[in-house]
C-alpha cells in the first residue's frame, strides 16, 4: 500500500499560480499511475489530471494548457503547477495513486482562486 500527502494549497489572486505537492511512501517506480482530482463545493470529484508511470501526463480540458503535472521519482513525489487560475479552480485537490489494482487517496488541499 501507500500513503499520499498533498500539500501546498492556498488562497491565491486569479490569474496566480500555486504548485500542490503530493508526497508518497514509496518509490514512485512501483506505482503504476498517479493524479490529481479535484472536488468543489456541491460538485462531484472530478479528475484533472493523470500521469503515468513512465511519465506520460493527460489533462482534462479545463487543465490542458494551464496546468503541468510530473513526477519527481528522487523524491517520491508527485507536482501539479497550476498557473493562470481562475475562480472556477477553487476546489479540494486529491491525489491519486493507482498500484496493483488498488486505488488509493490523500486527505487533500484546498485551492481558493479568489480576490
Known amino acids: 500500500q501507500v500513503q499520499l500527502v498533498e500539500s501546498g494549497g492556498g488562497l491565491v489572486q486569479p490569474g496566480g499560480s500555486l504548485r500542490l505537492s503530493c508526497a508518497a511512501s514509496?518509490?514512485?517506480?512501483?506505482?503504476?499511475?498517479m493524479g490529481w482530482y479535484r472536488q468543489a463545493p456541491g460538485k462531484q470529484r472530478e479528475l484533472v489530471a493523470t500521469?503515468?508511470?513512465?511519465?506520460?501526463?493527460n489533462y482534462a480540458n479545463s487543465a490542458q494548457g494551464r496546468f503541468t503535472i510530473f513526477r519527481d521519482g528522487a523524491k517520491n513525489t508527485m507536482y501539479l503547477q497550476m498557473e493562470s487560475l481562475k475562480p472556477e479552480d477553487t476546489a479540494v485537490y486529491y491525489c491519486?495513486?493507482?498500484?496493483?489494482?488498488?486505488?488509493?487517496w490523500g486527505k487533500g488541499t484546498l485551492v481558493t482562486v479568489s480576490s
Open positions: 491519486n495513486a493507482q498500484m496493483y489494482g488498488v486505488t488509493y
Open positions: 514509496r518509490m514512485l517506480f512501483s506505482i503504476n499511475a
Open positions: 500521469v503515468t508511470n513512465g511519465g506520460t501526463p
